[in-house]
């Protein structure tokens, strides 16, 4: 079973940093990308970034391309998100998402499996 447990959520400072971690279990499916997405009430959930297999960043979004980074610890099988400099735009819910494949996607309905969200907040 396939599990994502997504941490590090909170209420940061606007300029501050946040960082968010997807720990990935249970899969076996070949080669994985993995994205994070976010959404805000009311609004349609929207890519933000994505890291293929080979671990080439592909940005959906140009307002964070100077801010947020992704990283990856293949040994804990953990996805990282920095966000740096936040806004109070950033503010969403993030997801993580993967999918068997060797390069990312935009569109939700192409990922596999999701972690459970967590809340991003930021606001002075």
């Known amino acids: 079973q396939v599990q994502l447990v997504e941490s590090g959520g909170g209420l940061a400072q606007p300029g501050g940093s946040l960082r968010l971690s997807c720990a990935v279990s249970g899969f076996t499916l070949g080669p994985m990308a993995i994205g994070w997405f976010r959404q805000v009430p009311g609004k349609e959930r929207e890519g933000v970034l994505c890291l293929t297999s080979s671990n080439r960043t592909t940005y959906y979004l140009d307002s964070v391309k100077d801010r947020f980074t992704m990283s990856r610890d293949r040994a804990k099988n953990t996805m990282f998100l920095q966000m740096n400099s936040l806004k109070t735009g950033d503010t969403a819910v993030y997801y993580c998402?993967?999918?068997?494949?060797?390069?990312?996607?935009?569109?939700?309905?192409?990922?596999?499996?999701w972690g459970q969200g967590t809340q991003v907040t930021v606001s002075s």
């Open positions: 998402a993967v999918r068997n494949g060797y390069y990312c996607s935009e569109y939700g309905p192409d990922y596999n499996f």
